[in-house]
Nanobody, 126 residues
Framework: QLQLVESGGGLVQAGGSLRLSCAAS????????MGWFRQAPGKEREFVAV????????YYADSVKGRFTISRDNAKNTAYLQMNSLKPYDTAVYYC???????????????????WGQGTPVTVSS
């Protein structure tokens, strides 16, 4: 089992920044691609960003491209999501997730991920 614990969420004004962390334990962190997803009230969980096991590849949802940055530190078993220029529609519970990528799998799909954290809430006020 891989355990994931998110932190860093909170209340911020529009235009502000937050840095989310996802601490992993239990298995070899560097085996996994790490994704960030979010779920707003009444909506489905949606893809935000993903980073490969090495950190060499990253992908973002169009809605956050240019504002959010995903990164990881395999020595610290931690993934990060730096969120800048936050907007009210970024308000959601943010989840990190882990997957060992398989050929043909999509890192953008919720169902592809094996492990999930409990989520950390982010509220952006206007």
């Amino acid at each position: 089992q891989l355990q994931l614990v998110e932190s860093g969420g909170g209340l911020v004004q529009a235009g502000g920044s937050l840095r989310l962390s996802c601490a992993a334990s239990g298995r070899t962190f560097s085996m996994y691609a790490m994704g960030w997803f979010r779920q707003a009230p009444g909506k489905e969980r949606e893809f935000v960003a993903v980073i490969s096991w090495s950190g060499g590849s990253t992908y973002y949802a169009d809605s956050v491209k240019g504002r959010f940055t995903i990164s990881r530190d395999n020595a610290k078993n931690t993934a990060y999501l730096q969120m800048n220029s936050l907007k009210p529609y970024d308000t959601a519970v943010y989840y990190c997730a882990a997957v060992v990528p398989l050929p043909g799998s999509s890192p953008f799909e919720v169902t592809e991920y094996d492990y999930w954290g409990q989520g950390t809430p982010v509220t952006v006020s206007s």
